[in-house]
């Protein structure tokens, strides 16, 4: 059986940094556009904070939210738990990406092939950081400069 189509998909700076105050650090309007660019039309899975933080439901992807608290909610899909996302998101197709945050990130690593990071430019401070992650364990697939950061697709060995 081929293995599901799973991805990480990150804006982290070199210390790992990736949110402050239930937002993000930095402004990258090159970044968010690369991030739509590459999840849109499929289905992205999302902590209850990281989903509190946007304005509104992903426009154009299939929205889970992975919460035990959230009740139903307008455009978007709660899960309860990891396991029921993962069925949701197979039954509604790949691929599938995981957008955050931390609680997310941290069991995702353990399942996913593919992590496409954003290594962002510049010195913030913050509350949360992706986990640790020793980057030798990934391939290097892609790296590419863009507006005030780097794009580097990894593959798991
Ligand atoms: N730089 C980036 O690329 C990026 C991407 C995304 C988010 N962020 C930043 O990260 C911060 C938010 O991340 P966070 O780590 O604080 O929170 P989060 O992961 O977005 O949300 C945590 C919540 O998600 C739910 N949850 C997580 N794992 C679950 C599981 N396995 N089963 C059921 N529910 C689960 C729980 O909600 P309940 O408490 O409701 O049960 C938990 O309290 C913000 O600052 C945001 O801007 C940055």
């Given at each position: 059986m081929p293995k599901p189509d799973l991805a990480i998909i990150v804006?982290?700076?070199?210390?790992?940094?990736i949110g402050?105050?239930?937002?993000?650090?930095?402004?990258?309007?090159?970044?968010?556009?690369?991030?739509?660019?590459?999840t849109e039309q499929h289905t992205v899975i999302m902590g209850r904070k990281t989903f509190e933080s946007l304005d509104a439901p992903l426009v154009n992807r299939h929205n889970l939210v992975l919460s035990r608290?959230?009740?139903?909610?307008?455009?978007?899909?709660?899960?309860?738990?990891?396991?029921?996302?993962?069925?949701?998101?197979w039954r509604i197709g790949e691929p599938v990406?995981?957008?955050g945050g931390r609680t997310v990130y941290q069991k995702a690593l353990d399942i996913v092939e593919t992590l496409h990071v954003s290594w962002i430019e510049g010195d913030f401070?913050?509350?949360?950081?992706f986990p640790d992650i020793d980057f030798t364990d990934w391939l290097i697939?892609?790296?590419?400069?863009?507006?005030?950061?780097?794009?580097v697709r990894y593959l798991k060995k």
């Open positions: 804006a982290m700076d070199r210390h790992r940094l402050t105050h239930g937002r993000l650090p930095w402004h990258r309007p090159a970044d968010l556009k690369l991030f739509r660019h590459l608290t959230l009740s139903a909610c307008e455009g978007v899909t709660v899960c309860r738990n990891l396991p029921e996302a993962l069925v949701t998101a990406f995981f957008i401070s913050g509350d949360r950081y697939m892609e790296e590419r400069d863009d507006e005030g950061f780097r794009y």
